[in-house]
């Protein structure tokens, strides 16, 4: 897989999310595109019936599609679309709050597992501070916005603390079920980003993104879910449903 290293996200400031030239990196196996009516989520693949995703994901119409390097190519080879049974967001979440901003769906059918569609492990504990995390999503090229995504990337940063992240960002509440990643303070320069990133810290699904005040992929601080804090409720889910 292809990372975009940090010396590129300080000195290339416009290549990153929308040079249609960029060559795209590798889709990370787990990574599942939640495409909608309205507008696109990313996904993560934790079992072969189940994805996780962010609950504001929440959108009408929504297929999943396995195997995605560019959305927007339909042709594209080892792709697998399903249609979900059912959508079970965490009880507590609010659309008025970031917080509590996770949701699993159950596929229909079980995904077909191999090469290019693989489950990720969630963790059991929370990632240390400093931790170097691939945060993977995908972005549009803003010379033709009309279009799906065109532009899957995996940059490398790192997990902050949560007063550096309550630093970056001084009108939210940052708590303890949150995960921060990116550069502090976050350089906050406009993009169009595929919602719901992920952050994977040593091969493990350690957190959804629930908002951001600028681009991810140019490294600015992300607040995500904090996946070692929820996965009781998901396991419990999916024994239940």
């Not at 504001?56 to 396995?66: E, S, T, W």
């Not at 919602?195 to 699904?205: E, F, M």
Request: glycine content about 4%.
């Amino acid at each position: 897989m292809k990372f975009i290293p940090l010396w590129a996200l300080l000195n290339l400031p416009v290549v990153l999310a929308f040079n249609p030239d960029y060559v795209v990196a590798d889709t990370p196996p787990y990574l599942v595109f939640l495409k909608s009516d309205y507008l696109p989520c990313a996904g993560a693949l934790i079992h072969p019936l189940w994805v996780v995703t962010a609950a504001h994901c929440n959108l009408p119409k929504l297929r999943l599609i396995f195997g995605a390097t560019i959305p927007s190519d339909l042709g594209e080879r080892h792709l697998q679309v399903l249609d979900y049974e059912k959508l079970i967001y965490h009880p507590h979440f609010s659309v008025t709050s970031i917080e509590y901003d996770i949701m699993l769906i159950k596929l229909q059918t079980e995904v077909e597992l191999n090469d290019y569609v693989k489950v990720v492990d969630l963790p059991y504990e929370a990632v240390p501070v400093n931790t170097m995390c691939n945060v993977s999503t995908w972005s549009y090229n803003i010379c033709d916005m009309s279009k799906e995504p065109d532009l899957l990337q995996t940059v490398e940063i790192s997990v902050i603390s949560q007063n550096e992240c309550r630093d970056a960002y001084k009108t939210h509440n940052i708590r303890e079920n949150m995960l921060c990643v990116g550069i502090v303070p976050g350089r906050r320069q406009p993009c169009r980003e595929v919602s719901a990133a992920l952050a994977v810290c040593n091969g493990i699904l350690q957190g959804i993104m629930s908002f951001a005040d600028g681009c991810i992929l140019r490294a600015d601080v992300g607040i995500y879910a904090k996946l070692s804090n929820y996965r009781h409720w998901i396991e419990k889910v999916i024994q239940n449903n």
